[in-house]
């Protein structure tokens, strides 16, 4: 403990000469003032600059057991001595500064006693004679504090064993995912996904705690760092307590995630003792006079101010005199609209009782703060008021904060819009508000169409400024009964009362989607940017906001996949978009919950008929829809973000099962990993997959990398870099499915690449297809030259294959050869080395279950096909088109490119016409057969149909008719291959 006076030694200067007035001078010129620290309820000594206590007030005996004439002395016989060197008095300090300390005092008793310490200098005529110094016995806070250390050790060793809340907030969703512990925190009982609106969270802070909430969460976005705040909450039973939160942002560009993540911790107990502390040492404190807030005393009796502080005057910036003088009426500048407020306020204080108000004001200058009043009486034995103290504080940033609280819980942060939880409020109003003069109104999703892939080349910014633009131009659009707002990451979701039929709809549409006609001008950039629309109806289409949002959100999703810019909702949602629809909701359940997993094919060496190599392919095992193949979820994964996560699974999955294969003594192959472009320009790709490799105990060359071409013109340069890295790793590099992107084959000199894989719809009748036959020769001979490999995807035949044998392709992948197989049956496939070619490929026999006659079509019928149930429930779904292959009175056998469910619970429904006679007929699935580009199903149909016989016997004349080679006459047949016809359905969506 630094000694007391220890700095204070007489000292001259060339700017100040101090002077050593006599005792009676002092005596004399501070009668005055030690008659006013007579009473005063701390000791007050006066020591001159000799180190000499010339003067002790009453309270010395009370607290220190002398009387005010034995205390008198050297200084240092009653306050501690420390061990330090003895420091010379400096004039200088005593003038600029006062000065606040712990030290110890000696009792009468000879005991020890805590003190507190506050010392000023005192002055005659600008001449120092000394300084007073003004004790307070602080035994009971030091205990206090003992208390406290001892508080926070057991709070420390409670956190170490658990019970901290933790959370995630995405900036992007505006949704906050809880653990177990925050609702024990707070009181509440969980929900089924651990998720809150931000706005529901806040509702939980105390109100006058949420803006220093919201200020915390704001800087650590803004600032990118570690932010610490305390606040209350209010249980349910309007219990508070405090908490303490730590949060940290995190951004990752590459999947477009934003998220604030932090720790929630019960610090109530903390509080209530610090509070105690506090209390004690805000006693200490109130005598030095640099308190941060505007102080004042009101005497009763003599109706006027007694003291104030200089800080109104920075508060309000008026002359604190004024007050004094009578002239200045508080109450004529506050906001005409809050004066009762403020007369509520005093007359509260009229009762006795303290008051605490929040009211706007008019500055000097004419600038409007808002301040928080309080007003404490000072109460005679009596119970009168002899006195009242106020202290005023600005908390005009505090109600800017609030503004912003608002901003946050109902705003898209860069459009301004309003968000979605502020929509779904408004959707809610505009079913309240219906009436039978405007019962109807309109719902409209707006995409902005190939948003990924503008992030992916241009980055956030620029995204940020188009969305921003965006809203502009759709704020246009709003009035009294239009509500514009934005959704999601890319999308914006306009109400429109004015609207009372499918005509006008689509008028609205078109206006909104004018809004995407002109560019956008973005720093250099002029960027052409188009959008899709969904609609949905009140209350043809829901009667909730919930079926409202999830109708126009599938008229969106078949709007895209139909190439049509607008699209109304209509309860005939086909199979295929409702499969869609079901995969999109579901997928970021099926990765917590291990749905997914990692099917094989291998790469052939056609001279040798050796594995030389697989390809790892992702598959969806859903429990509704069976096996999904990558095709139908790898472009949601990479439309919501989870594709980052995708490829991070299948690569830690293969590196595993090599691991294994490896314990195992099996031979392994090479294994390639697809790698999307959104996660190949990940920030340190190269050190991640090789950190990877590392961590399972592998060599580089166990995997291989297969790239699209679409990844070539995200960032060529960085690509470049990426694989010329990865190859110097001794990674093999692979380009997939060549020519269907935008690569040339003059630059395939320039691509660090050490395989080229040829996409299969070139080698699809190439034994008919010249064209294709040419340009497959020219792949394969101009890598030859540069040192490429070159592999032949989807090769199903012979004849394909004596046409690549003899362009000299050396390496094979296709059904021909394998399909994709699980990871038992390529282990099993590994250990003998090699696939034994087949001259022919022999089609899966197919089980004869059907008892009644089966009908061979000459070629397959035009049929539709719709899932009826699912689980026993019905459904409202339009057709598909199908091609039926079969037909007898059990069951029929018909093909399509969605994948459908062997399962006795989905019941679907299949519609035909047979020489101008329409069928449908209930059925289910029994048989799923995979060919390379489409499913073959077999179906059994339901008992006791009314039409059952009626088919029979159209069958039978069906059948005559075929055995005698005469057409089947108003029969819609497919002119063209079952492939080919089923590419069209896929394409066009019906």
């Given at each position: 403990?630094?000694?007391?006076?220890?700095?204070?030694?007489?000292?001259?200067?060339?700017?100040?000469?101090?002077?050593?007035?006599?005792?009676?001078?002092?005596?004399?010129?501070?009668?005055?003032?030690?008659?006013?620290?007579?009473?005063?309820?701390?000791?007050?000594?006066?020591?001159?600059?000799?180190?000499d206590?010339?003067?002790?007030?009453?309270?010395?005996?009370?607290?220190?057991?002398?009387?005010?004439?034995e205390?008198?002395?050297?200084?240092?016989?009653?306050?501690?001595?420390?061990e330090?060197?003895?420091?010379?008095?400096?004039?200088e300090?005593?003038?600029?500064?006062s000065?606040?300390?712990?030290?110890?005092?000696?009792?009468?008793?000879?005991?020890?006693?805590?003190?507190?310490?506050?010392?000023?200098?005192?002055?005659?005529d600008?001449?120092?004679?000394?300084?007073?110094?003004?004790?307070?016995?602080?035994?009971?806070?030091?205990?206090?504090?003992?208390?406290?250390a001892?508080?926070?050790?057991?709070?420390?060793?409670?956190?170490?064993?658990?019970?901290?809340?933790?959370?995630?907030?995405?900036?992007?969703?505006?949704?906050?995912?809880?653990?177990?512990?925050?609702?024990?925190?707070?009181?509440l009982?969980?929900?089924?996904?651990?998720?809150?609106?931000?706005?529901?969270?806040?509702?939980?802070?105390?109100?006058?705690?949420?803006?220093?909430?919201v200020?915390?969460?704001?800087e650590?976005?803004?600032?990118?760092?570690?932010?610490?705040?305390?606040?209350?909450?209010?249980?349910?039973?309007?219990?508070?307590?405090?908490?303490?939160?730590?949060?940290?942002?995190?951004e990752?560009?590459?999947?477009?995630?934003?998220?604030?993540?932090?720790?929630?911790?019960?610090?109530?107990?903390?509080?209530?003792?610090?509070?105690?502390?506090?209390?004690?040492?805000?006693?200490?404190?109130?005598?030095?006079?640099h308190?941060?807030?505007?102080?004042?005393?009101?005497?009763?009796?003599?109706?006027?101010?007694?003291?104030?502080?200089?800080?109104?005057?920075?508060?309000?910036?008026?002359?604190?005199?004024?007050?004094?003088?009578?002239?200045?009426?508080?109450?004529?500048?506050?906001?005409k609209?809050?004066?009762?407020i403020?007369?509520?306020?005093?007359?509260?204080?009229?009762?006795?009782?303290?008051?605490?108000?929040?009211y706007?004001?008019?500055?000097?200058?004419?600038?409007?703060?808002?301040?928080?009043?309080?007003?404490?009486?000072?109460?005679?034995?009596?119970?009168?008021?002899k006195?009242?103290?106020?202290?005023?504080?600005?908390?005009?940033?505090?109600?800017m904060?609030?503004?912003?609280?608002?901003?946050?819980?109902?705003?898209?942060?860069?459009?301004?819009?309003?968000?979605?939880?502020?929509?779904?409020?408004?959707?809610?109003?505009?079913?309240?508000?219906?009436s039978?003069?405007?019962?109807?109104?309109g719902?409209?999703?707006?995409?902005?169409?190939?948003?990924?892939?503008?992030?992916e080349?241009?980055?956030?910014r620029?995204?940020?400024?188009?969305?921003?633009?965006?809203?502009?131009?759709?704020?246009?659009?709003?009035?009294?009964n239009?509500?514009?707002?934005?959704?999601?990451?890319?999308?914006f979701?306009?109400?429109?009362?004015?609207?009372?039929?499918?005509?006008?709809?689509?008028?609205?549409?078109?206006?909104?989607?004018?809004?995407f006609?002109?560019?956008?001008?973005?720093d250099?950039?002029?960027?052409?940017?188009?959008?899709?629309?969904?609609?949905?109806?009140?209350?043809m289409?829901?009667?909730t906001?919930?079926?409202l949002?999830?109708?126009?959100?599938i008229?969106?999703?078949?709007?895209?996949?139909?190439?049509?810019?607008?699209?109304?909702?209509?309860n005939?949602?086909?199979?295929?978009?409702?499969?869609?629809y079901?995969?999109?909701?579901?997928?970021?359940?099926?990765?917590?919950d291990?749905?997914?997993?990692?099917?094989?094919?291998?790469?052939?060496?056609?001279k040798?008929?050796?594995?030389?190599?697989?390809?790892?392919?992702?598959?969806?095992?859903?429990?509704?829809?069976?096996t999904?193949?990558?095709?139908?979820?790898?472009?949601?994964?990479?439309?919501?973000?989870?594709?980052?996560?995708?490829?991070?699974?299948?690569?830690?999955?293969?590196?595993?099962?090599?691991?294994?294969?490896?314990?195992?003594?099996?031979?392994?192959?090479?294994?390639?990993?697809?790698?999307?472009?959104?996660?190949?320009?990940?920030?340190?790709?190269?050190?991640?997959?090789?950190?990877?490799?590392?961590?399972?105990?592998?060599?580089?060359?166990?995997?291989e990398?297969?790239?699209?071409?679409?990844?070539?013109?995200?960032?060529?340069?960085?690509?470049?870099?990426?694989?010329?890295?990865?190859?110097?790793?001794?990674?093999?590099?692979?380009?997939?499915?060549?020519?269907?992107?935008?690569?040339?084959?003059?630059?395939?000199?320039?691509?660090?690449?050490?395989?080229?894989?040829?996409?299969?719809?070139?080698?699809?009748?190439?034994?008919?297809?010249?064209?294709?036959?040419?340009?497959?020769?020219?792949?394969?001979?101009?890598?030859?030259?540069?040192?490429?490999?070159?592999?032949?995807e989807?090769?199903?035949?012979?004849?394909?294959?004596?046409?690549?044998?003899?362009q000299?392709?050396?390496?094979?992948?296709?059904?021909?050869?394998?399909?994709?197989?699980?990871?038992?049956?390529?282990?099993?496939?590994?250990?003998?080395?090699f696939?034994?070619l087949?001259?022919?490929?022999?089609?899966?026999?197919?089980?004869e279950?059907?008892?009644?006659?089966r009908l061979i079509f000459?070629?397959?019928?035009?049929?539709?096909?719709?899932?009826?149930?699912?689980?026993?429930?019905?459904?409202?779904?339009?057709?598909?088109?199908?091609?039926?292959?079969?037909?007898?009175?059990?069951?029929?056998r018909?093909?399509?490119?969605?994948?459908?469910?062997?399962?006795?619970?989905?019941?679907?429904?299949?519609?035909?016409t047979?020489?101008?006679?329409?069928?449908?007929?209930?059925g289910?699935?029994?048989?799923?057969?995979?060919?390379?580009?489409?499913?073959?199903?077999?179906?059994?149909?339901?008992?006791?149909?009314?039409?059952?016989?009626?088919?029979?016997?159209?069958?039978?004349?069906?059948?005559?008719?075929?055995?005698?080679?005469?057409?089947?006459?108003?029969?819609?047949?497919?002119?063209?291959?079952?492939?080919?016809?089923l590419?069209?359905?896929?394409?066009?969506?019906?």
């Amino acid at each position: 403990m630094k000694n007391l006076f220890s700095n204070y030694r007489t000292k001259t200067t060339k700017s100040t000469q101090v002077q050593n007035p006599t005792r009676a001078v002092i005596e004399q010129e501070s009668n005055e003032l030690h008659n006013m620290f007579a009473h005063y309820p701390d000791t007050v000594v006066f020591i001159n600059i000799k180190g000499d206590i010339l003067y002790a007030n009453e309270a010395a005996s009370m607290h220190f057991g002398y009387k005010p004439d034995e205390i008198k002395g050297n200084y240092r016989n009653f306050i501690q001595r420390t061990e330090k060197k003895k420091q010379k008095f400096h004039i200088e300090d005593v003038i600029s500064r006062s000065s606040n300390l712990d030290t110890k005092c000696k009792h009468k008793n000879g005991k020890w006693v805590d003190v507190n310490a506050t010392i000023f200098p005192y002055k005659n005529d600008q001449t120092i004679i000394g300084v007073y110094a003004i004790i307070r016995d602080i035994t009971r806070q030091k205990k206090m504090d003992q208390k406290m250390a001892k508080l926070e050790k057991m709070l420390e060793v409670s956190q170490q064993s658990g019970g901290i809340g933790s959370w995630e907030y995405s900036l992007t969703t505006n949704e906050i995912i809880w653990s177990n512990q925050m609702y024990e925190l707070f009181g509440l009982v969980k929900t089924t996904n651990n998720t809150l609106k931000i706005e529901d969270f806040i509702g939980l802070v105390h109100v006058d705690d949420r803006s220093q909430m919201v200020k915390a969460f704001s800087e650590s976005a803004i600032r990118n760092g570690t932010k610490e705040v305390r606040y209350r909450i209010v249980l349910p039973d309007g219990m508070i307590r405090y908490v303490q939160e730590r949060s940290s942002y995190f951004e990752d560009p590459q999947n477009k995630k934003k998220i604030i993540i932090g720790t929630t911790l019960d610090i109530t107990d903390r509080i209530q003792a610090e509070t105690v502390a506090k209390i004690h040492k805000e006693e200490s404190t109130q005598l030095c006079l640099h308190l941060n807030v505007a102080m004042w005393t009101y005497e009763i009796a003599e109706k006027r101010f007694i003291s104030y502080s200089d800080r109104i005057f920075n508060i309000t910036g008026y002359d604190p005199n004024r007050f004094v003088s009578g002239e200045f009426d508080w109450a004529d500048y506050v906001h005409k609209d809050d004066r009762d407020i403020y007369e509520k306020h005093k007359e509260v204080i009229e009762g006795g009782h303290s008051s605490e108000q929040q009211y706007r004001f008019i500055r000097e200058d004419g600038k409007l703060i808002w301040l928080r009043d309080q007003m404490i009486p000072v109460l005679n034995e009596d119970r009168s008021i002899k006195k009242i103290v106020g202290v005023i504080t600005d908390i005009t940033e505090n109600q800017m904060l609030q503004d912003q609280v608002e901003n946050l819980a109902y705003f898209d942060r860069v459009t301004m819009l309003p968000n979605r939880s502020s929509l779904e409020s408004a959707i809610d109003r505009f079913i309240d508000e219906s009436s039978p003069a405007q019962p109807i109104f309109g719902l409209f999703q707006l995409e902005i169409n190939r948003f990924t892939s503008i992030v992916e080349t241009l980055g956030n910014r620029v995204c940020d400024d188009l969305l921003s633009q965006a809203a502009e131009r759709l704020r246009a659009l709003g009035h009294v009964n239009v509500f514009v707002s934005k959704y999601g990451e890319k999308s914006f979701i306009l109400l429109n009362r004015d609207i009372s039929s499918v005509e006008q709809s689509k008028e609205f549409a078109e206006q909104m989607l004018e809004c995407f006609t002109n560019a956008f001008k973005i720093d250099e950039y002029e960027l052409f940017s188009s959008a899709t629309i969904g609609a949905s109806t009140y209350p043809m289409d829901g009667e909730t906001k919930e079926e409202l949002l999830r109708n126009a959100q599938i008229a969106l999703s078949r709007g895209k996949d139909g190439g049509q810019s607008f699209q109304i909702f209509t309860n005939n949602l086909n199979a295929a978009a409702y499969k869609a629809y079901t995969l999109e909701q579901d997928m970021r359940k099926a990765l917590q919950d291990k749905e997914f997993e990692v099917y094989y094919q291998p790469r052939i060496d056609i001279k040798t008929n050796q594995i030389v190599g697989a390809e790892a392919l992702i598959r969806w095992q859903h429990p509704l829809w069976g096996t999904v193949a990558p095709s139908e979820f790898i472009p949601i994964a990479e439309e919501t973000g989870l594709i980052m996560e995708l490829g991070d699974w299948v690569l830690h999955t293969v590196c595993r099962q090599i691991q294994q294969w490896k314990n195992e003594r099996i031979s392994i192959v090479p294994i390639a990993i697809n790698v999307s472009p959104q996660r190949f320009l990940r920030s340190n790709f190269t050190g991640y997959i090789l950190k990877t490799l590392a961590s399972y105990n592998l060599k580089p060359s166990s995997i291989e990398i297969e790239i699209t071409e679409s990844s070539l013109i995200t960032d060529i340069d960085s690509v470049l870099v990426i694989l010329q890295d990865l190859r110097k790793a001794g990674i093999r590099i692979a380009l997939d499915d060549f020519g269907t992107g935008y690569s040339s084959l003059t630059h395939l000199k320039d691509l660090p690449v050490d395989f080229l894989k040829i996409d299969q719809s070139f080698i699809q009748d190439i034994e008919t297809d010249e064209k294709k036959a040419v340009i497959t020769n020219s792949i394969i001979q101009i890598c030859k030259q540069i040192d490429i490999e070159v592999v032949a995807e989807g090769v199903e035949t012979t004849d394909q294959l004596d046409v690549l044998v003899h362009q000299k392709c050396r390496y094979i992948q296709g059904y021909l050869f394998c399909k994709p197989i699980p990871e038992n049956e390529f282990k099993e496939l590994m250990s003998f080395g090699f696939v034994q070619l087949q001259k022919t490929r022999i089609a899966p026999k197919r089980d004869e279950k059907r008892s009644f006659y089966r009908l061979i079509f000459p070629k397959p019928l035009i049929a539709n096909m719709s899932i009826d149930q699912i689980k026993g429930k019905k459904t409202s779904m339009g057709g598909l088109r199908v091609v039926l292959e079969d037909l007898s009175a059990g069951g029929l056998r018909f093909s399509a490119t969605l994948h459908l469910p062997v399962r006795d619970d989905v019941i679907i429904s299949c519609k035909w016409t047979i020489l101008n006679q329409t069928f449908t007929m209930l059925g289910r699935i029994v048989r799923s057969t995979e060919e390379s580009t489409y499913y073959s199903y077999g179906v059994e149909f339901l008992p006791g149909q009314p039409e059952n016989e009626n088919l029979i016997k159209w069958i039978n004349k069906a059948t005559l008719l075929v055995r005698n080679e005469q057409p089947l006459i108003n029969t819609p047949m497919i002119d063209s291959s079952i492939h080919q016809f089923l590419k069209e359905v896929k394409v066009s969506g019906t």
